[in-house]
């Protein structure tokens, strides 16, 4: 072979060996042998591994169908691999019990649910809920369930929260109990003694029996009682709610309402209860002009300073009336959901030609939306309908742009984050400031960071935890900023994020073998306030998983 041609396939199978053995970016690693002692390959990236014992709590959630969440309070990883090993579930058998002589005992078919909440544990992670739905199979007051929840909770209390789904809620009010968490439990359901009755009877303004009606007790927003409709003969009703009020809800009195079942525009009526009333006797539905239909229009001013439509806007209109008995109040109170054109299309209570009629107003913006949802305490509705006439348009209705939670996000060495997940969470209002009603307590919102490590958000204005997730080859680790108030006029930031390590797991169920695909959630070990979620991975085919942690 010539001397050229020789050259020519050299040059061949060098072009050949680049092709299929690249040479790694920055550092050029390809696997964690080409890093120094106490470093690992990451992204063609050699990066410091931890230096042990680093301890984290950790939660493992097992892949769908395979068992219960194991909780591990303190787990100490080393710089090599560490193996955490799931723990087998405690399957536990349960009963809900109601004694015989209730209404309960006596249906043949149904649904109970249950809710199982016990507390965060002290070292980290969220408060564990369990859900479990038990059919009612036979007459007789007793409901079997089956359920799994972790090792480390067995002896815990919890609290139930037992919701009966229609028809039961006819018969049994929502209760809360305190279970100790056990391999055979029972929840006792209440009996006749535990029980007050409500009774008594609706009419309407003409002094006729009234009907369409649902009649239910709460104390502030909370549902407790039973749910009774009124007997289409003679608009007698009967509800029943426990005696005891739930720890949370003590000293909140209860009040009686009725609202019209769908979305019938009719008159809600709320009657406050002293603790030992048993018959309100004859409540008279207030008379009331007939509601007719109008178009609120519901705008914003977007960034570019037009003015747009709130598309999916939710309002809730409410205005007194004359109340026919002493003790109560009435409400005329509608709800309804803007359209594609911003416009909420509803039937309201018209004001005359010499007053207009007064409603309070809440406004919940759409998450996606730029506006801020708020609350009016007056918002007046003219004269309805003329003989011939199209559709009223009331006043528009103008929302403020939500405040913008602006900034730039470095690393440790001051280099933009791109491509960063910041998620703000809503934990209350801004302090000292009260609160519109209509906005939510709680809400998140999420933007991904620019190549220069700039964000933005628009919320409500309030309190928020701010999640930063980097992307999970990225050499800076998950972070969180707690307590952070956005007032009304926005707030701009800078973060820099602490120098990250590479933390290597393998995750292995009770018979060793891996547990594929399985969440893994480890948490900074906490005895006092919330404890910070530093790790979120889900395992591979072999158990094991990596991610980057704040060096200590």
Not at 22 to 31: E, V
Not at 268 to 273: F, G, N, S, Y
Not at 517 to 537: D, K, M
């Amino acid at each position: 072979m010539s001397p050229a041609a020789r050259a020519g396939a050299l040059g061949a199978f060098v072009l050949w060996a680049v092709a299929c053995n690249p040479p790694a970016a920055n550092d050029g690693c390809r696997q964690d042998t080409d890093c120094a002692a106490l470093e690992a390959c990451l992204a063609s990236v050699c990066m410091p591994r931890i230096v042990g014992p680093y301890a984290l709590a950790a939660v493992v959630v097992p892949a769908s169908g395979v068992g219960a969440t194991t909780e591990i309070p303190q787990q100490l990883f080393a710089s090599t691999a560490t193996t955490l090993a799931l723990l087998p579930p405690i399957t536990a058998t349960g009963r809900a019990v109601a004694p015989m002589n209730t209404p309960f005992a006596q249906v043949a078919q149904g649904e109970l649910s249950l809710t199982f909440v016990l507390p965060a544990p002290p070292t980290g992670g969220e408060p564990l809920q369990l859900n479990v739905v038990a059919p009612v199979t036979a007459p007789g007051g007793v409901v079997a369930f089956k359920m799994m929840f972790p090792q480390a909770r067995l002896g815990q209390t919890a609290k139930v929260f037992v919701i009966p789904r229609p028809p039961l809620d006819l018969v049994l009010p929502p209760i809360e109990r305190d279970v100790v968490m056990a391999a055979d439990m029972t929840i006792v359901l209440p009996g006749i003694q535990d029980l007050r009755a409500v009774v008594g009877v609706v009419r309407n303004e003409f002094d006729q029996p009234a009907f369409g009606y649902s009649v239910r007790v709460y104390r502030g927003t909370t549902l407790v009682s039973t749910r009774s409709q009124l007997a289409p003969e003679d608009g007698r009703f009967r509800v029943s709610y426990s005696r005891q009020a739930s720890p949370a809800l003590a000293g909140v009195p209860p009040t009686l309402e009725l609202a019209a079942i769908g979305a019938a525009a009719r008159p809600r009526v709320r009657i406050a209860l002293a603790e030992d009333t048993t018959d309100v006797a004859t409540v008279r539905l207030p008379a009331h002009p007939l509601s007719q239909p109008f178009r609120i229009p519901v705008v914003t001013t977007n960034a570019q300073g037009e003015v747009a439509p709130v598309v999916g806007a939710l309002l809730r209109l409410e205005t007194p009336l004359p109340a026919s008995s002493s003790g109560s109040s009435a409400a005329f109170v509608q709800e309804a959901q803007a359209g594609f054109d911003g416009v909420v299309e509803v039937s309201l209570i018209p004001g005359g030609l010499e007053a207009a009629k007064a409603y309070r107003v809440a406004i919940v913006s759409p998450a996606s939306s730029e506006a801020a949802s708020r609350c009016l305490d007056r918002f007046d509705v003219g004269p309805g309908l003329d003989a011939g006439n199209a559709t009223p348009t009331t006043a528009t209705l103008e929302l403020p742009r939500r405040p913008e939670l602006s900034g730039v996000i470095q690393r440790a060495d001051m280099s933009p984050l791109h491509r960063a997940v910041v998620r703000a969470s809503r934990t209350g209002p801004v302090p000292g400031v009260n609160a519109c009603e209509a906005v939510p307590r709680v809400g998140s919102a999420s933007a991904t960071t620019e190549t220069d490590g700039r964000f933005r958000l628009s919320l409500e204005p309030g309190t928020y935890r701010i999640e930063i997730r980097p992307p999970l080859t990225d050499m800076a680790p998950m972070w969180a900023v707690n307590d952070l108030v956005v007032p009304s006029l926005g707030l701009q930031v800078a973060w820099q994020l602490p120098r990250g390590q590479l933390l290597e797991a393998r995750v292995v169920n009770v018979d060793a073998s891996a547990c594929q695909t399985c969440r893994v959630q480890l948490y900074a070990a906490s005895t006092q306030g919330a404890a910070e979620l530093r790790v979120e991975a889900v395992t591979d085919y072999d158990g094991r998983f990596r991610a980057v942690v704040p060096a200590l």
